[in-house]
């Protein structure tokens, strides 16, 4: 439903980037989440997200 993010640092080529995100609260059907991307302790990108939740309709499949 949105999303939104903002670059804090450049990485340098060959860092090893982490992503950690949590789920700040979650009803029914949508779900708000946040984040950070980092290398080390250096922050590179953090973001924020509202998600629509969906149910799968996954097909059931009867034996011949």
Known sequence: ???ACE???AANEGELIEGRAEVTRAGNSVLFMR????SGE???????GTIKRVKRNIPTIIPE
């Open 1 to 3: 439903m949105s999303f």
């Open 7 to 9: 670059f804090l640092d």
């Open 42 to 48: 250096r922050p590179l990108l953090s973001f924020s």
């Open 35 to 38: 984040g950070m991307l980092t």
